[in-house]
């Protein structure tokens, strides 16, 4: 991993950056993946540049397999965000000054970026945060429980969750956060966690079962087979 002073940026685009909303799942809790910049106490999601000779999403795959050492990772582009409010030299000054570079004003960084922002779905349990050249830290944090980010980075986290909920019924949403087999118990916790409210329960499982989505599989083995919820997978790959 390159130092900050290390990064060539003539490399990439000027005044395009992309940020990622790297979403887990764990224990009933939405996880978001935060970045801390180094010797600042600044928190951002992580994010990165396009280089010239580099697709978007391309880039974005880039950046998210750095950040979490996957690959193929279920991605989605939702939203561009380039409020003149989001400029702020003196903000970026401080990083550079942070990282012992010296922020001359025409440094590549001292520039005003629109950023072009992708939310992720991954297995939790198989990241494994990595830091950027930025960064001390890569760390997991609880949606309810993040730190005071930098920019408008809270709310492209916002946006990010209000594109997921609308799109909740799409199976590959679902999909890219539970376990391969889940109960349909677990399966309404991860939609009520992410809506962010109840959902009555044999409503629920009447319409899930009708969608063709769900195949079931057997019963979970808890000792008391009368009991015993059944387990269901996706019917395919998403």
């Not at 990772?73 to 012992?100: C, H, P, W």
Request: with cysteine.
């Amino acid at each position: 991993m390159s130092n900050l002073s290390q990064i060539n940026f003539e490399q990439f685009l000027p005044a395009v950056s992309i940020d990622c909303v790297i979403i887990g799942y764990h224990e009933r809790e939405l996880k978001i993946l935060i970045l801390e910049f180094k010797n600042t106490g600044y928190f951002a999601l992580p994010g990165g540049f396009v280089g010239k000779e580099e697709g978007l999403d391309k880039a974005a795959e880039r950046i998210l397999s750095e950040r979490t050492t996957l690959d193929n990772i279920y991605l989605k582009q939702f939203q561009t965000f380039g409020n003149l409010r989001r400029y702020d030299k003196e903000y970026m000054r401080s990083v550079l000054y942070a990282n012992n570079v010296d922020a001359v004003e025409n440094h590549w960084l001292m520039q005003r970026f629109v950023t072009v922002a992708y939310y992720a779905l991954v297995d939790f349990s198989e990241v494994q945060p990595t830091p950027d050249g930025f960064s001390d830290s890569c760390e997991w944090y609880d949606l309810d429980a993040l730190p005071e980010l930098i920019q408008d980075h809270e709310l492209i986290i916002q946006k990010a969750l209000e594109t997921i909920r609308d799109n909740i019924q799409n199976t590959s949403v679902s999909y890219n956060l539970i376990s391969d087999t889940f109960t349909m118990g677990d399966l309404r916790a991860l939609h009520e966690t992410i809506l962010d409210k109840k959902i009555n329960r044999s409503s629920f499982h009447r319409k899930m079962v009708n969608s063709g989505d769900l195949k079931r599989i057997g019963k979970k083995k808890t000792g008391k087979a009368h009991k015993s919820p059944y387990l269901y997978k996706f019917a395919r790959e998403y």
